[in-house]
Each structure stands twice: as C-alpha cells, then as structure tokens.
C-alpha cells in the first residue's frame, strides 16, 4: 500500500506542495492530473524518492523511503518524462543497466513485454511507442509492486497508447497499485481513481 502524508515542498518563495496527502490500495490505479507546472512531477520525485521533501513523510507498505533507504528500489519502480534509454545501446543492455545483471532478462519479463525479437536491436532503431514499452520494461525489472508513470503515453499515437494502457491493466490486475500522471482522457478512464492537484493540495476528483 502507499501512504503519503503532509507532504509539502517549496522553492525558494514558492510553494509548490502545501499539504499532499495519499493513500492505495494493491490493485489500484490513481490518475494525478493538474495544470502545467503545477507541481506533479515534483510530486513524483518525492514518491519515487529523488527530491526530499520540506515536511511529511512517503510509506510503501509500511517503509518510510526517507527512513530506510532501500524501500524505493525494493518496492517501487519509476518511469520519468520523456527517453530514459541509450539510444546506442540494445534493448537488453538497456535493461541490464536498469537491473545491474548482465545477459538476457527474465523469460517472465520478456514475454510479459514481448521483447524477445527486439533484445539484440539498439534502442536508436525502435518506434517511439516501442521505446515507451522498453522503458517501462526496464521500470518493471525487479517487478516492484508499485509504479510511478510520469506521462506514460505523451506524444504516441493512438494505437500505441492502447498498448501502453493494456500493459498498465495487465499490471494491475497482478495486484500492482500504479500511480500515473497524464492528460489524457482515455487514460484517465481506465484508473479506479483520480487526483487533481491544484493550488499545491491533492483532492480526489469526482
């Protein structure tokens, strides 16, 4: 489970977070949406244990990340904005920074991704929406219980987005409790509850 309590961050004169509170379950899927530099991704960052908070504290299930530095990489997996990957690179060796294992990944990841024909093709050669899919793939390697899409779908077409949200369903339905931002609205129908950040303060949407 996530619990997020009293969250609050500010930049200089600028607060950003005020007071951000949030509780899942497993098998949950919760939309964050909001305005442009509204703070989500900075909400992110402190979910997935890169950016200290000014006040409150970040739980998965049970462990303060702040508190016991190896919750975030025991539980949770996090997917930034944007290309995470070396374009020079191969999807496996891609996937083998990620993990920090050499060789081929998991028979279990690989079909769940249906990665097998792409492995030995470097990065530089996929589609934008085969990149998302690698991407997220490397996210998944320990096969956290939690994780944190930043925009998982920007800028893919229509039928890669349905992809990426099939691979998102499948997850869940493993008992995975998924956090995402978006603004998409097809996506946001497929989450089980969503979020709006407004004014540094997270109220669930209704």
């Keep these: 489970m996530i619990r997020v309590e009293g969250i609050r961050k500010s930049y200089g004169k ?5 007071n951000v509170n949030l509780s899942l379950e497993t098998g949950e899927q919760a939309a964050i949406i909001g305005r442009n530099g509204c703070g989500k991704t900075t909400l992110m960052h402190i979910m997935a244990g890169i950016t200290k908070p000014d006040a409150g504290s970040v ?27 070396l374009e020079e690179l191969s999807v496996q060796d891609n996937i083998s920074l990620w993990s920090g294992k050499s060789g081929a990944p998991s028979g279990e990841l690989t ?23 690698v991407s997220i793939a490397c996210t998944m390697v320990g ?35 998924l956090v995402i931002v978006t603004h998409d609205e097809e996506e ?7 979020f709006e950040l407004s004014g540094g303060v997270l109220k669930e949407a209704t």
């Design 111 to 133: 079909d769940f991704f249906d990665l097998k024909e792409i492995l030995k093709v470097p990065v530089k050669n996929l589609s934008g929406g085969m990149k998302r899919r």
């Design 188 to 194: 946001i129908k497929t989450c089980s509850r969503c």
């Design 143 to 177: 096969w956290p219980p939690v994780l944190l899409l930043d925009e998982p779908t920007g800028g893919l077409d229509r039928y890669y987005k349905a992809e990426i949200r099939e691979l998102m369903g499948r997850y869940r339905a493993l008992n995975g409790i």
């Design 59 to 85: 739980s998965y299930f049970g462990h303060n990340i702040f508190k016991e530095k190896r919750t975030v990489a025991k539980y949770c997996g996090y997917l930034p904005q944007g290309d995470c990957l």
């Design 14 to 18: 600028k607060a950003v977070l005020t």
